[in-house]
Structures are given as C-alpha cells and as structure tokens.
C-alpha cells in the first residue's frame, strides 16, 4: 500500500486579489440560421469568482443550460467574450476546450453514469483524468470520494442497483474526482424527492467549499435557492440579479 | 508479486477497461457478437481447408518420387491426362554430366475391379523397373522385387475402400486376385502412397506388367522421366542446358516445379479455387455485418455515456480507443473457438474423406488476419457514430 491519498487539495486558494474564476462578457448566442436564427442570449455579463456558490434560475427556455455550455466549453463561443480560469474561449480551437473541460466538473440532469461501471469505476473514470498518479492511487482516491459522499459501503454497486439520489451522489463524486476549480450542474435535484435533492445540494456545497471550488448551478428547484452565495435570473437570454432567499430550517 | 520495473510501470499506468467491460457487461450481446465472429471464422478455416487440402491432395504422389528433374510430354496437362514421350530423351539426359541417374515411368489411370462385389473403378497404375529408384521411401526397394514376377501390383493401403477390402484380405493372408482391363492381377504387396485429387488409389507394377495390362502403349514411349542429379549440381542450370540440348518434345521440371504444375492445372483449370475462395469471402462478409451491427449498437446505445466522457475532458481520440479495442477484444475472443472448432472439423474432414487437410500456420494466420480485418474494419465504420456525440447535447 502507498501513501493514501486524500481527496483534499493540495494548493490552496491564490491569495490576494483573486482573478475570476469565470468572466462572460457581451456574450450573445443563436441557434438556427436564416429565416429560423433565434437569440438565446442578449449581452449577458457574468462574473464568478474561486469559491463563489452562484445559482442560476429562470423559466426554461431562457437560455439558462446554453449558458452553461458555453462556459463549460461545450460549445463554441459566437459572440461575447468568455474566459474561464483565464482562458479566452471565444475563438478557442476543440483541443483547448477539451483541455479546459478537464479542470471543469460536470453534474447532469441525468446523473449520466456509465451503466456497464461499478459506482467505484464511474468515480474513477473522474479521477484518471489525472496525470502522473498510479492506478492505485487514483482508485484509492475514487474510494475516498465514495465514502465523502456517504456511499463508501456501495463501492461495487453497478449504476441500476443504486437509488437516484444515490447516482447523483456518485455523479458529484466522479465530477469533483478530477480536482475541477469550477462546478457546473444542471439541475442536479429535478429527479430527487425533497429530501434527496436536500442532502445531494448540501453534500454538493459542503465539498466544493472544501475544495475551493466554484460552482455554477442551473435550477428550477426553489428548496434549494439557499444555498447560494449569489442567485442570478436569467430572462428570454438577459441576467438580472436577484435576492438569496433565507435558509428554510 | 516481482516483475521488472518497467512492466509494473506500466501496468500502473493502466485506466479502467472500458471496452472489456462494456463488452462483458452485456454478455447477451457478446455471445450473439462471438458467435457470428467464430461462425465466420469456421467458414473460412473449412473453406481454405478443403481448397488447399483438395490442391495438396492433388500431388501426393507427386511429392513421393525421389527426384531432382521431371521430363514430361508437353502434351501433358495433369496427372489425370498424362502423355507419352520418347524414352529416348530421358536416356540422353544421362549426357549430361550432372545427370546421376533416371528412371523411366509409365503413368496411367486403369480400371480396377472390386475384388469383393466386382465394381469397376479407376485407379493409377505407376509402371516401374523394380531395380530403378522410385521413391524416396526406402522400403519400397525391397518390396519391389516381388514385382519381377509377371502380373503382380503392389497396392496402395489408402486407397479408397470403394476399390475393395484389398489390404484387409492381404493381411489375413489370402491371396489376393483382381483384374485390370480384363487381364488377372495378384495384389504382391501393400504400400502406402494416398489418394490424390485425381486418383481414388494407386498401384504400382513393373514395365513388363504394366505393358501388358496397356498394350495399347506405344512402344518406347513413357509418361514420366525421372532425373536423379549429382550432389551440389544446381537444378536450374541443369535445366538451362537441357531444355537447349534435348528437341522441344519434352517439357524439363524441377520437382517443385511438377508439383506445381499439378496444382497449377486444378487451380486454373477448374473452379475448385474460386468456389472456395468465393465461400471463404461470404463467411468474411457475414462476419462483417454481424460484427458491424454489433459495434454500432453498442456505440449508439452508450452514445450518451460517450457524450459525457467527452464533456469530462476526455479526448475523442480515447473514445475511438475504447472502439477499437473493443473491436480487438471481439477478433481475439471470436477467434479462439474457430480455431478449436476447425482443428475439430479438419480431423473429421481427414477421417472421412483422407484428404491431408489439417491446421498449418499460414492458415491458422490468415483467418486471423481476416477476423482482425473484419473486426477493425467494423470498428472502424462504428466509430462515425461516435462523431455524432456531442457533449453539448446532453445537458
């Protein structure tokens, strides 16, 4: 046995006055062409900064989820400026996006596991990502994952043998698996009951704060708009701001 | 557990197997996927099997002569439609001072009666000097001589059974008698030769008998000259100097080259290649298409765990990885049970029909080779669906 590894990070946060984690600016988006383009986004400005919680609501259809696509360099940049851990994206060729989705952590709708991995092996499949560690210690650090998400005693447990707040627990799992410094998740709880989607949001906030990491989450959920640091509205593709509604007991 | 540094460096470097476990985790479709790969894979060994056993089959005897050079009547097609020549010409190769020795061969189908039920079927009959060097199997000199006495064959053990309990009989004991074109023959002795693609079995007799049961031979013609050279005499340059020196009423082999004149004429003359080539292929294209539909299923159906792989940063290129590998996994694991299922099929095919068909390398690597292509190739064209993964419509 090496030297166990803990899913902490080594680096803390860059002291002093920080550069934003994420910086959008005069972002605009269309789908279609001709006569069928539409906006999806108009002039939209955002600014995330390391370990900001900001949540993003609105009605669906607003351009809530294209927004984070851009950001999560899923997506090519049309018009605007979008700069994520610094890297300009506007104009970014397919290599470096893929290369910056590796610092991005992605948390679906969907929990989008892998059906045919062990809830370790989905996790794991987060941390191979990771350059110059050995196969055991990036499976020692998938099982530590496991346990800091409450599910250390369903390490062998494929996708369907798993409750859906359990999945999405193993999904928060794998995304943070990769050392991300910036959290993207959609609507993470539409497919849990109350108190799932409770616990999975909390867990979420508990261990990105732990690991300095920001978050940028889309959701409907209005249980859940507490555990912002900043929410953010979103409408027919314009943000405004908007109050953090206090903690429910 | 000690290894070399290296390999367990290596080994450390290893990630989670997605293609193994994607394929095993869907053991349904992977035996269905199995199944349709070694299906083709023992289309292929049979169909190989039978088109070179059938061409090796073809020169059996062929193979036995203790030879350097061949002479043959141009006229000569196959060893079903062999020629005379002037016995003279094989003689006057003995003028050359390579040549060690010859020996005359006379060579023709004859009809062959059952001693058993009295059907008639033909057989090759191969006329000899017993003295003379024939094969290289030395036993047949001593058993040879036998053949002095006027109407005495030795007959070929391998023979199909269709030319009667012959060797059975002659190894109780009794004496056994048959006829050839009518005229009385006494079985002297058993050999071993084969059957060929041309002859269902053999005899052998001497120039005295043999003339007689084919009176209609020429005289001093033969169908088969054999030269012996000396130790170190190059072949090829025997020949140069044959070929100028004897008239063009003869054609000069070198033995592999006899051989390969006889599978030659199979080859070309008849469609035995092509059918077995053209089945060959329908088991390489069935392959094909199971294997094809399998991998597109497969990526299609996990398309969008693919879409998120490639949204947590993994490269397109480890995507088609996985692809490939599963297609390697696939021709690897298809391969092993036709391999052992055609090694099972040649021993029946041998037992059933005696022809030499068996697993020889070259096979064993071709059909590999085919499988691998089959495999690849199917991943290949999977691997266009994987371009319609798009990481940004799974959100």
């Known amino acids: 046995m090496t030297t166990s590894v803990s899913p902490q990070r080594s680096s803390a946060a860059p002291a002093g006055a920080p550069l934003p984690m994420v910086q959008v600016d005069g972002l605009s988006h269309w789908y279609g062409a001709g006569e069928m383009r539409r906006q999806v986004l108009q002039k939209v400005n955002l600014t995330i900064q390391p370990g900001e919680v900001v949540l993003l609501t609105g009605p669906s259809g607003c351009g809530k989820t294209t927004l984070l696509t851009l950001v999560g360099a899923l997506r090519q940049v049309q018009q605007g400026s979008v700069r994520v851990l610094g890297q300009e994206l506007n104009g970014s060729s397919r290599k470096q996006r893929q290369q910056l989705r590796r610092c991005i952590g992605m948390i679906f709708q969907g929990h989008n596991l892998l059906r045919c991995l062990s809830a370790e092996q989905n996790v794991q499949m987060g941390s191979d990502l990771l350059p110059d560690l050995s196969y055991r210690a990036r499976r020692d650090q998938a099982r530590e994952w496991l346990r800091a998400v409450g599910l250390g005693d369903h390490l062998d447990k494929l996708p369907h043998g798993l409750s859906g707040g359990q999945k999405q627990r193993v999904a928060i799992a794998r995304a943070l698996a990769a050392h991300p410094r910036l959290l993207l998740a959609d609507e993470p709880t539409a497919a849990l009951d109350k108190q799932s989607g409770r616990e999975v949001v909390d867990l979420l906030k508990r261990l990105a704060r732990e690991q300095h990491c920001a978050v940028l989450m889309v959701t409907h959920d209005p249980r859940i708009l507490d555990v912002a640091d900043r929410l953010v509205q979103m409408e027919d593709g314009r943000l405004m701001a908007a109050p953090v509604p206090e903690p429910t007991a | ?395």
């Open chain 2, 1 to 395: 557990m000690s290894g070399l540094p290296g390999l367990r460096e290596i080994w450390s470097w290893r990630r989670i197997p997605l293609a193994w476990l994607l394929l095993t985790r869907q053991p349904a479709r992977l035996a269905v996927a199995l199944a349709g790969i070694s299906f083709a894979g023992i289309l292929m060994f049979m169909q190989f099997g039978f088109r070179d056993g059938l061409f090796d089959a073809s020169v059996t005897v062929h193979k036995l002569f203790d030879t350097d050079l061949v002479l043959l009547s141009p006229r000569s097609s196959s060893s079903v439609s062999m020629e005379g020549f002037p016995r003279r010409r094989l003689v006057q190769t003995l003028a050359d001072p390579d040549v060690a020795g010859i020996t005359p061969v006379h060579w023709n189908l004859v009809i062959w009666r059952n001693p058993e039920d009295r059907s008639t079927r033909s057989i090759l009959a191969l006329g000899f000097e017993p003295g003379d060097p024939l094969f290289t199997d030395p036993a047949l000199a001593s058993k040879a001589k036998v053949l002095n006495q006027r109407g005495r064959v030795l007959f070929d053990e391998l023979s199909r059974p269709e030319f009667g309990p012959v060797a059975e009989w002659f190894r109780d004991g009794r004496t056994v008698e048959s006829e050839i074109g009518g005229k009385r023959v006494r079985v002297g002795g058993l050999v071993a030769l084969g059957v060929s693609f041309g002859a269902d079995g053999n005899i052998l007799t001497s120039r005295e008998t043999y003339l007689q049961l084919l009176p209609n031979t020429p005289p001093g013609s033969i169908e088969v000259g054999l030269i012996r050279l000396r130790p170190g005499a190059d072949p090829e340059v025997v020949i140069r100097r044959l070929k100028a020196s004897l008239p063009k009423d003869v054609n000069v082999f070198t033995k592999q080259g006899f051989m390969d004149f006889e599978k030659d004429y199979w080859r070309s003359s008849t469609a035995i290649g092509f059918i077995f080539t053209l089945g060959a292929a329908m088991g390489f294209i069935v392959g094909c298409v199971i294997v094809y539909q399998i991998l597109y299923s497969d990526v299609s159906d996990h398309l969008p765990e693919y879409a998120t792989l490639m949204a947590m940063g993994y490269r397109l290129s480890t995507l088609l990885g996985v692809v490939a590998r599963e297609g390697l996994l696939l021709a690897l694991l298809g391969y092993l049970p036709a391999y052992a299922a055609g090694q099972g099929l040649y021993a029946l095919v041998r037992s059933a029909t005696r022809l030499p068909v068996s697993m020889d390398t070259p096979r064993a690597v071709t059909v590999f080779t085919l499988i691998l292509v089959m495999c690849m190739g199917s991943a290949g064209m999977a691997m266009r669906r994987l371009a319609d993964a798009d990481p940004a419509e799974i959100f």
